[in-house]
């Protein structure tokens, strides 16, 4: 399967401050990827689709000047959680999907950032 | 959109013992189906897949079987050990979607 990592693996930050976490592909070319966001003991919750080149897609209910997607490449998509506040606090993965995204493609995730704000 | 449920939300098995979890989804487009183990402070990782072209799927320990009339799928573990106790979650998604629904988890502890 796809080989996926995140940086960093857990963050602390202040209130009021910016975070950014990295998603690299290593293995392959990634068009598209996907951020979720999953709360302790809870299931994995779609954020945003990542697209290379072009605007991330995000779900509703997700403020898109909150969270900033950036897809500069194929191999990188970057989640920026702008002005950070304690209830951003979560556990931040992302995943991309080899073999096309259309008709299941089989998704990959990494291994996921812990984020804890202050 | 797509709704996917999940259960037991949790299971214990004694090693040794055969785990089975049930998802039922309730798109009729949907047409992929994988399963996901998570352990605790880590990714999900893909232990195994389906598609709707076949009704059960085997990888060693593992099987996969689907019922597209009923809509359900289910996740059996044989032979369970210990390193098998995690967090598995279902999933499925749709030609008309490539968005993954996911199952609420099921959290499997195996007993030594």
């Known amino acids: 399967g796809a080989v996926v990592s995140q940086h960093p693996s857990w963050v602390i930050c202040k209130s009021g401050t910016s975070v950014k976490i990295e998603c690299r592909s290593l293995?392959?070319?990634?068009?598209?990827m996907f951020w979720y966001r999953q709360f302790p003991k809870q299931s994995l919750m779609l954020m945003a689709t990542?697209?290379?080149?072009?605007?991330?897609t995000y779900e509703q209910g997700v403020e898109k000047d909150k969270f900033l997607i950036n897809h500069a490449s194929l191999t990188l998509s970057t989640l920026t959680v702008t002005s950070a506040h304690p209830e951003d606090s979560s556990f931040y993965i992302c995943?991309?999907?080899?073999?096309?995204?259309w008709g299941g493609g089989t998704q990959y995730f990494g291994p996921g950032t812990r984020l804890t704000v202050l | 959109g797509e709704n996917v449920e999940q259960h037991p939300s949790t299971l214990s098995v004694q090693e040794g013992d055969s785990a089975v979890i049930k998802c039922t989804y309730s798109?009729?487009?949907?047409?992929?189906f994988p399963w996901y183990k998570q352990e605790l402070g880590k990714g999900p990782q893909l232990i195994i897949d389906?598609?709707?072209?076949?009704g059960e799927k085997k990888d060693q320990r593992i099987a996969v079987t689907l019922n597209k009339t009923a809509k359900h799928f289910s996740l059996h573990i044989t032979e369970t050990q210990p390193e098998d106790s995690a967090v598995y979650f279902c999933?499925?998604?749709?030609?008309?979607?490539?968005?993954?629904?996911f199952g609420a988890g099921t959290t499997v502890t195996v007993r030594a």
């Open positions: 999933a499925a998604s749709s030609l008309n979607d490539y968005k993954l629904s």
């Open positions: 798109d009729s487009a949907s047409n992929y």
């Open positions: 389906i598609r709707s072209n076949v």
């Open positions: 293995d392959f070319q990634a068009t598209t």
């Open positions: 990542s697209n290379e080149g072009s605007k991330a």
């Open positions: 995943s991309l999907a080899h073999g096309g995204i």
